[in-house]
T-cell receptor
Framework: KNQVEQSPQSLIILEGKNCTLQ??????????LRWYKQDTGRGPVSLTI?????NTKSNGRYTATLDADTKQSSLHITASQLSDSASYIC??????????????FGRGTQLTVWP | SQTIHQWPATLVQPVGSPLSLECTVE??????LYWYRQAAGRGLQLLFY??????ISSEVPQNLSASRPQDRQFILSSKKLLLSDSGFYLC????????????FGQGTRLTVV
């Protein structure tokens, strides 16, 4: 069964600290993996997107890693800010044109940054 | 660039009333379209996805239905709302390009009273 599991479910850190969020998936075949940030009451916004051939991708203070062999990804946030408080969602997609052709969402990690 | 329009932003409906949420997209053709629901404090739950006009796949049995009358229009409906239908509904699109990024609407906050 195609699934995306994220951990931890929630996380509280102090401003300025680093944190790492985890994503494990069983989606096969695999096209790409994305991390989204969702502020409360808003739609998710893309942070990074990686194909199976990419191991690391950075977007400012956000760095995503991907191990396609073990089907694991992580999102590392450096020097956290209060505005980083949000839900972070891992999304895995199957190749378009396959019988799947759809997105698989994790349930998200709720990050809270305290001053 | 692709844009996605979803309305209304908020909606309060009585139990037993009908529902129609509309999502339209621009700047792309033949996209994959999705309806998600997010209950308070929970992750995104896939309700329906569509790979083309008239093609709807349902992920979970429920009180809702979806239709795609046009390539860039995706509608979420219910004949009679239940209290449990309350939640945050998101429309998403994946453009017709292999490996393309997914885009989300701003969501509809539905409260059934």
């Amino acid at each position: 069964k195609n699934q995306v599991e994220q951990s931890p479910q929630s996380l509280i850190i102090l401003e300025g600290k680093n944190c790492t969020l985890q994503c494990n998936y069983t989606v096969s075949p695999f096209s790409n993996l994305r991390w989204y940030k969702q502020d409360t009451g808003r739609g998710p916004v893309s942070l990074t997107i990686m194909t199976f051939s990419e191991n690391t991708k950075s977007n400012g203070r956000y760095t995503a890693t991907l191990d396609a062999d073990t089907k694991q990804s992580s999102l590392h946030i450096t020097a956290s800010q209060l505005s980083d408080s949000a839900s972070y969602i891992c999304v895995v997609s199957a190749p378009r044109g396959s019988t799947l052709g759809r997105l698989y969402f994790g349930r998200g990690t709720q990050l809270t940054v305290w001053p | 660039s692709q844009t996605i329009h979803q309305w209304p932003a908020t909606l309060v409906q009585p139990v037993g009333s009908p529902l129609s949420l509309e999502c339209t997209v621009e700047g792309t053709s033949n996209p994959n379209l999705y309806w998600y629901r997010q209950a308070a404090g929970r992750g995104l739950q896939l309700l329906f996805y569509s790979v083309g006009i008239g093609q709807i796949s349902s992920e979970v049995p429920q009180n809702l239905s979806a239709s795609r009358p046009q390539d860039r229009q995706f509608i979420l409906s219910s004949k009679k709302l239940l209290l449990s239908d309350s939640g945050f509904y998101l429309c998403a699109l994946q453009p017709g390009t292999r490996g393309a990024e997914a885009f989300f609407g701003q969501g509809t906050r539905l409260t059934v009273v």
